[in-house]
């Protein structure tokens, strides 16, 4: 069964960092992109970032680009999100997707987990 | 960046009937176009792609249409199971960007 597992997340104070991860299993992982999206509890779905399956490709929404860092370890089946700098309008419920098409950047998320919740504040 | 707009924000149907929702893009591209159901606490799960491709084990009551900029999700008869908050999201552009829901209600 394809599955993903986020983890990482918590309570962090403004400006300060924190590394989510995401465990995929029941897939050929290194032939997938991945993304993460975040979502306010109660508000709509913002995209944040795409990592390739090689990892030689990633791109970032506006609002995370030169303070978040996608990395992933094809031979652990996890990718990373590295959080720096933090800010209060970052807290949010972080998922991990999979692109329904193997060796595409680009294409729907057929596979999600369940997210893990970030929280920024003093 | 390519805006999403959904229509309308709540939508009130009986089971058994028929819902349509709709989204709006504000660039035309062809078919890079998905929908997403999510309920509370749960995470999206995928419905359609590609505009009107239906994805692994989802019901036939679910059909997409549309392309350039108007989208559409319809669900033939609404059953219990199908109210929830549904978005699209266009994959055509980085970045790429969903629409703010729509949510579907019991009337």
């Known amino acids: 069964e394809e599955q993903l597992v986020e983890s990482g997340g918590g309570l962090v104070q403004p400006g300060g960092s924190l590394r989510l991860s995401c465990a995929a299993s029941?897939?050929?992982?290194?032939?997938?992109?991945m993304h993460w999206v975040r979502q306010v509890p109660g508000k709509g779905l913002e995209w944040v970032a795409v990592i390739s399956g090689s990892g030689g490709s990633t791109y970032y929404a506006d609002s995370v680009k030169g303070r978040f860092i996608f990395s992933r370890d094809n031979s652990k089946n996890t990718v990373s999100l590295q959080m720096d700098n933090l800010r209060a309008e970052d807290s949010a419920v972080y998922f991990c997707a999979k692109v329904i098409v193997a060796r595409f950047i680009d294409g729907a998320f057929d596979l999600w987990g369940p997210g893990t919740m970030v929280t920024v504040s003093s | 960046e390519i805006v999403m707009t959904q229509s309308p924000a709540t939508l009130s149907v009986s089971p058994g009937e028929r819902a349509t929702l709709s989204c709006r893009a504000s660039?035309?591209?062809?078919?890079?176009l998905a929908w997403y159901q999510q309920k509370p606490g749960q995470a999206p799960r995928l419905l359609i792609y590609?505009?009107?491709t239906r994805a692994t084990g989802i019901p036939a009551r679910f059909s997409g249409s549309g392309s350039g900029t108007e989208f559409t999700l319809t669900i033939s008869s609404l059953q219990s199971e199908d109210f929830a908050v549904y978005y699209c999201q266009q994959y055509n552009k980085w970045p790429y960007s969903f629409g703010r829901g729509t949510k579907l209600e019991i009337k």
């Open positions: 029941g897939f050929t992982f290194r032939s997938y992109a």
């Open positions: 590609a505009a009107s």
């Open positions: 660039q035309s591209f062809s078919s890079n």
